[in-house]
T-cell receptor, first 110, second 116 residues
Framework: QKEVEQDPGPLSVPEGAIVSLNCTYSNSAFQYFMWYRQYSRKGPELLMYTYSSGNKEDGRFTAQVDKSSKYISLFIRDSQPSDSATYLCAMTTSGSRLTFGEGTQLTVNP | GAVVSQHPSWVICKSGTSVKIECRSLDFQATTMFWYRQFPKQSLMLMATSNEGSKATYEQGVEKDKFLINHASLTLSTLTVTSAHPEDSSFYIC????????????FGPGTRLTVL
Protein backbone atom coordinates (compact mmCIF):
# COMPACT_ATOMS: atom_id res chain seq x y z
CA GLN A 1 0.00 0.00 0.00
CA LYS A 2 1.28 3.45 -0.90
CA GLU A 3 1.88 5.89 1.92
CA VAL A 4 -0.02 8.58 0.03
CA GLU A 5 -2.99 7.88 -2.24
CA GLN A 6 -4.20 10.41 -4.77
CA ASP A 7 -6.68 9.84 -7.57
CA PRO A 8 -4.76 10.53 -10.80
CA GLY A 9 -7.90 11.58 -12.68
CA PRO A 10 -8.08 12.97 -15.25
CA LEU A 11 -10.59 15.47 -13.92
CA SER A 12 -12.41 17.76 -16.34
CA VAL A 13 -14.63 20.62 -15.17
CA PRO A 14 -16.27 23.67 -16.76
CA GLU A 15 -14.89 27.13 -16.11
CA GLY A 16 -16.22 28.59 -12.88
CA ALA A 17 -16.71 25.23 -11.17
CA ILE A 18 -15.47 24.41 -7.70
CA VAL A 19 -12.77 21.78 -7.86
CA SER A 20 -12.06 19.35 -5.04
CA LEU A 21 -8.77 17.46 -4.97
CA ASN A 22 -8.00 14.92 -2.28
CA CYS A 23 -5.27 12.76 -0.81
CA THR A 24 -5.30 10.15 1.90
CA TYR A 25 -2.29 8.92 3.78
CA SER A 26 -1.43 6.08 6.08
CA ASN A 27 1.57 7.40 8.04
CA SER A 28 0.31 9.21 11.14
CA ALA A 29 3.78 10.74 11.57
CA PHE A 30 3.17 13.13 8.67
CA GLN A 31 2.86 16.60 10.15
CA TYR A 32 3.37 19.04 7.28
CA PHE A 33 1.25 19.10 4.15
CA MET A 34 1.73 20.82 0.83
CA TRP A 35 -0.09 21.21 -2.45
CA TYR A 36 1.85 21.86 -5.62
CA ARG A 37 0.68 22.79 -9.11
CA GLN A 38 2.74 21.54 -12.02
CA TYR A 39 2.29 22.67 -15.58
CA SER A 40 3.53 20.44 -18.36
CA ARG A 41 7.34 20.45 -18.64
CA LYS A 42 7.73 22.79 -15.64
CA GLY A 43 8.78 22.37 -12.05
CA PRO A 44 6.10 22.14 -9.32
CA GLU A 45 4.91 25.42 -7.83
CA LEU A 46 4.05 25.53 -4.13
CA LEU A 47 0.41 26.56 -3.66
CA MET A 48 -0.34 25.80 -0.03
CA TYR A 49 1.62 24.76 3.06
CA THR A 50 -0.15 23.70 6.24
CA TYR A 51 0.82 21.93 9.42
CA SER A 52 -2.31 21.73 11.51
CA SER A 53 -5.79 20.33 11.10
CA GLY A 54 -8.30 22.78 9.78
CA ASN A 55 -8.63 25.10 6.82
CA LYS A 56 -6.22 27.55 5.25
CA GLU A 57 -7.37 29.94 2.58
CA ASP A 58 -5.35 31.84 0.00
CA GLY A 59 -7.31 33.60 -2.69
CA ARG A 60 -9.30 31.04 -4.66
CA PHE A 61 -7.53 28.15 -2.95
CA THR A 62 -8.47 26.47 0.33
CA ALA A 63 -6.44 23.68 1.86
CA GLN A 64 -8.09 21.42 4.38
CA VAL A 65 -6.34 18.96 6.68
CA ASP A 66 -8.04 16.32 8.82
CA LYS A 67 -5.33 14.49 10.71
CA SER A 68 -7.78 12.25 12.55
CA SER A 69 -8.99 10.86 9.21
CA LYS A 70 -5.59 11.16 7.51
CA TYR A 71 -7.18 13.13 4.71
CA ILE A 72 -6.24 16.37 3.00
CA SER A 73 -8.05 18.38 0.38
CA LEU A 74 -7.50 21.32 -1.92
CA PHE A 75 -10.48 23.33 -3.12
CA ILE A 76 -10.28 25.69 -6.07
CA ARG A 77 -13.12 28.19 -6.38
CA ASP A 78 -14.15 29.86 -9.62
CA SER A 79 -11.82 27.63 -11.58
CA GLN A 80 -10.15 29.10 -14.66
CA PRO A 81 -8.64 27.50 -17.77
CA SER A 82 -5.26 28.65 -16.45
CA ASP A 83 -5.76 26.28 -13.51
CA SER A 84 -5.43 23.34 -15.91
CA ALA A 85 -2.39 21.47 -14.61
CA THR A 86 -1.38 18.50 -12.52
CA TYR A 87 -1.87 18.96 -8.77
CA LEU A 88 0.41 17.10 -6.42
CA CYS A 89 -0.10 16.63 -2.72
CA ALA A 90 3.02 16.18 -0.64
CA MET A 91 3.68 15.61 3.01
CA THR A 92 6.52 15.10 5.44
CA THR A 93 7.30 14.29 9.04
CA SER A 94 9.46 16.62 11.11
CA GLY A 95 12.26 15.90 8.66
CA SER A 96 12.39 17.37 5.19
CA ARG A 97 11.94 14.40 2.83
CA LEU A 98 8.66 14.79 0.96
CA THR A 99 6.32 11.96 0.06
CA PHE A 100 4.20 12.76 -2.97
CA GLY A 101 0.88 11.59 -4.25
CA GLU A 102 0.64 10.49 -7.88
CA GLY A 103 -0.81 13.82 -8.94
CA THR A 104 -4.26 14.65 -10.30
CA GLN A 105 -4.50 15.97 -13.84
CA LEU A 106 -7.07 18.78 -14.00
CA THR A 107 -8.55 20.37 -17.11
CA VAL A 108 -10.79 23.42 -16.83
CA ASN A 109 -12.80 23.90 -20.01
CA PRO A 110 -13.73 27.43 -21.13
CA GLY B 1 10.73 35.36 -2.72
CA ALA B 2 11.75 31.70 -2.56
CA VAL B 3 12.90 31.40 -6.15
CA VAL B 4 14.93 28.45 -7.34
CA SER B 5 16.59 28.44 -10.73
CA GLN B 6 18.07 25.64 -12.78
CA HIS B 7 20.50 25.74 -15.65
CA PRO B 8 20.34 24.61 -18.34
CA SER B 9 16.63 24.25 -18.95
CA TRP B 10 17.28 21.60 -21.58
CA VAL B 11 20.32 19.78 -22.88
CA ILE B 12 21.00 17.28 -25.61
CA CYS B 13 24.19 15.27 -25.44
CA LYS B 14 25.85 12.26 -27.00
CA SER B 15 26.00 8.94 -25.23
CA GLY B 16 29.09 8.66 -23.03
CA THR B 17 29.45 12.33 -22.23
CA SER B 18 28.88 13.97 -18.85
CA VAL B 19 26.33 16.67 -18.17
CA LYS B 20 26.25 19.12 -15.27
CA ILE B 21 23.01 20.69 -14.04
CA GLU B 22 23.07 23.65 -11.68
CA CYS B 23 20.43 24.48 -9.07
CA ARG B 24 20.48 27.85 -7.34
CA SER B 25 18.37 29.40 -4.61
CA LEU B 26 18.19 33.03 -5.67
CA ASP B 27 16.84 34.86 -2.67
CA PHE B 28 17.39 32.57 0.30
CA GLN B 29 20.01 30.28 1.73
CA ALA B 30 19.24 26.61 1.27
CA THR B 31 20.98 24.32 3.69
CA THR B 32 19.24 21.35 2.11
CA MET B 33 18.57 20.74 -1.56
CA PHE B 34 16.95 17.79 -3.25
CA TRP B 35 17.26 16.24 -6.69
CA TYR B 36 14.33 14.52 -8.35
CA ARG B 37 13.74 12.70 -11.56
CA GLN B 38 10.38 12.66 -13.31
CA PHE B 39 9.18 10.46 -16.14
CA PRO B 40 6.24 11.49 -18.33
CA LYS B 41 2.89 11.39 -16.54
CA GLN B 42 4.50 10.18 -13.33
CA SER B 43 5.15 11.78 -10.00
CA LEU B 44 8.55 12.94 -8.81
CA MET B 45 11.11 10.37 -7.74
CA LEU B 46 13.60 11.55 -5.14
CA MET B 47 17.15 10.75 -6.17
CA ALA B 48 19.19 12.31 -3.41
CA THR B 49 19.29 14.82 -0.59
CA SER B 50 22.22 17.16 -0.32
CA ASN B 51 23.25 19.25 2.65
CA GLU B 52 25.66 22.11 2.26
CA GLY B 53 29.21 21.04 2.98
CA SER B 54 28.52 17.34 3.34
CA LYS B 55 28.09 14.29 1.14
CA ALA B 56 24.74 13.70 -0.47
CA THR B 57 22.42 10.98 0.74
CA TYR B 58 21.21 8.84 -2.16
CA GLU B 59 17.93 6.95 -2.36
CA GLN B 60 18.00 3.21 -2.76
CA GLY B 61 18.70 2.20 -6.33
CA VAL B 62 20.32 5.49 -7.35
CA GLU B 63 23.95 5.08 -8.42
CA LYS B 64 26.01 7.66 -6.59
CA ASP B 65 28.95 7.24 -8.97
CA LYS B 66 26.72 7.99 -11.91
CA PHE B 67 24.82 10.91 -10.43
CA LEU B 68 27.38 13.09 -8.70
CA ILE B 69 25.96 15.75 -6.41
CA ASN B 70 27.89 18.66 -4.99
CA HIS B 71 26.44 21.25 -2.60
CA ALA B 72 29.39 23.56 -2.15
CA SER B 73 27.53 26.66 -0.99
CA LEU B 74 24.24 27.65 0.61
CA THR B 75 22.85 28.74 -2.74
CA LEU B 76 24.24 26.22 -5.23
CA SER B 77 23.96 22.50 -5.76
CA THR B 78 25.05 20.66 -8.89
CA LEU B 79 24.08 17.30 -10.35
CA THR B 80 26.49 15.72 -12.81
CA VAL B 81 25.25 12.81 -14.89
CA THR B 82 28.42 10.95 -15.76
CA SER B 83 28.81 8.83 -18.89
CA ALA B 84 25.22 9.50 -19.83
CA HIS B 85 23.24 6.91 -21.77
CA PRO B 86 19.84 7.12 -23.47
CA GLU B 87 18.13 5.58 -20.44
CA ASP B 88 19.26 8.61 -18.42
CA SER B 89 17.07 10.83 -20.58
CA SER B 90 14.53 12.38 -18.24
CA PHE B 91 13.29 15.54 -16.58
CA TYR B 92 15.51 16.45 -13.62
CA ILE B 93 14.16 18.85 -11.01
CA CYS B 94 15.83 20.29 -7.96
CA UNK B 95 14.21 21.74 -4.89
CA UNK B 96 15.43 23.69 -1.92
CA UNK B 97 14.20 23.69 1.62
CA UNK B 98 13.12 27.21 2.48
CA UNK B 99 15.17 27.40 5.63
CA UNK B 100 16.23 25.39 8.68
CA UNK B 101 12.95 26.09 10.49
CA UNK B 102 10.53 25.23 7.75
CA UNK B 103 9.57 22.16 5.77
CA UNK B 104 8.45 24.10 2.71
CA UNK B 105 10.26 23.09 -0.44
CA UNK B 106 10.56 25.28 -3.50
CA PHE B 107 11.22 23.71 -6.85
CA GLY B 108 13.27 24.79 -9.80
CA PRO B 109 11.83 24.85 -13.34
CA GLY B 110 13.48 21.56 -14.26
CA THR B 111 16.06 20.43 -16.80
CA ARG B 112 15.14 18.18 -19.68
CA LEU B 113 18.02 15.88 -20.58
CA THR B 114 18.05 13.99 -23.85
CA VAL B 115 20.89 11.57 -24.46
CA LEU B 116 21.33 10.47 -28.06
Amino acid sequence: QKEVEQDPGPLSVPEGAIVSLNCTYSNSAFQYFMWYRQYSRKGPELLMYTYSSGNKEDGRFTAQVDKSSKYISLFIRDSQPSDSATYLCAMTTSGSRLTFGEGTQLTVNP
Amino acid sequence: GAVVSQHPSWVICKSGTSVKIECRSLDFQATTMFWYRQFPKQSLMLMATSNEGSKATYEQGVEKDKFLINHASLTLSTLTVTSAHPEDSSFYICSARGGPFTNEQFFGPGTRLTVL
